[in-house]
């Protein structure tokens, strides 16, 4: 496969960045990344997946796209249009969506809130987002206005150079490798005085002003329509396993995989589950 295409997407009120792999020709997928991570997180899957027409987005605030205005919310929920609207901008009325962790809390939706354009899904370590019990609602609003009020009263972290911010990744994500640190430092860092920098929007550290409920999260799921793949890892992030069941209860056609290997199992050891992808979205 050759090598990534760096494209842009225009949305309303922002810019999107991607990296897109494969023909044109090929089966129309969108890749939807984790949680301050950005499109690196498929570089090492995507060569793997020959024939597809690959879109890994940046998501906003995220890698190489726009950060939101300093007015607008992260909030879970904004992610969903945005992804239908890079959809739009790519001309693609129906297509099918990697996620990986936030990515695929945020394809669940996607494809519980327009299941017609949703051909095959395959998450990766998330199936739905995480939720709260109604009486928790004024409790977390309180304590995110709070936290969003100290991110921006704190100083940008800086390192002394990519390896150093590399370094620090591993030290937080449990079971990241080097070579995987290193592939998401490179799109998510930006040279600055005294060093490096990540790029993406601090903002991104608060917590959601608002969760949906557990009711809600299975009522998208159980609109979705196409076929789903779910890979659990083994050494993934601690799931309730009752709640995984009841979830993928709800899905009409839904498989679970366990597979070896960590939260990042897509980027650290990618053949672990690009042979079930592939099959699934060649079909």
């Not at 159980?222 to 069941?245: M, N, Y």
Request: charged letters at 25%.
């Amino acid at each position: 496969m050759e090598s990534p295409r760096e494209i842009r997407l225009p949305l309303p009120g922002l810019t999107l960045a991607a990296r897109a792999w494969g023909p044109e020709s090929g089966a129309r997928v969108l890749a939807l990344h984790g949680w301050l991570d950005s499109a690196a997180s498929f570089d090492r899957l995507a060569p793997l997946l020959p024939g597809l027409h690959l879109v890994c987005l940046d998501l906003a605030g995220h890698g190489l796209s726009d950060h939101r205005h300093v007015t607008a919310s992260y909030d879970f929920v904004y992610w969903i249009p945005d992804v239908l609207a890079a959809a739009d901008a790519l001309g693609w009325e129906r297509f099918s969506i990697i996620g990986h962790s936030m990515g695929a809390m945020v394809a669940s939706c996607v494809a519980g809130t327009a299941p017609e354009r949703i051909e095959r899904m395959a998450l990766v370590d998330g199936l739905g987002p995480l939720t709260n019990e109604p009486d928790a609602a004024p409790e977390r609003l309180a304590r995110a206005i709070a936290v969003q009020r100290r991110i921006a009263a704190r100083a940008p972290l800086v390192f002394s150079d990519r390896a150093a911010a590399a370094d620090r990744l591993c030290e937080a994500v449990a079971g990241l490798s080097r070579e995987a640190a290193e592939t998401l430092v490179a799109r998510g860092t930006r040279e600055t005085e005294g060093g490096v920098s990540w790029r993406h929007d601090p903002r991104l550290r608060g917590k959601s002003l608002l969760r949906l409920t557990e009711a809600q999260v299975h009522a998208f799921l159980r609109r979705i329509a196409c076929p789903t793949l779910v890979f659990r890892p083994e050494q993934g992030w601690p799931a309730d396993e009752a709640l995984l069941k009841a979830r993928l209860d709800c899905l009409a056609d839904g498989r679970l995989l366990r597979v070896p290997g960590g939260h990042h199992v897509h980027l650290v050891d990618p053949d672990v589950v690009a042979p079930a992808i592939q099959r699934l979205f060649q079909k």
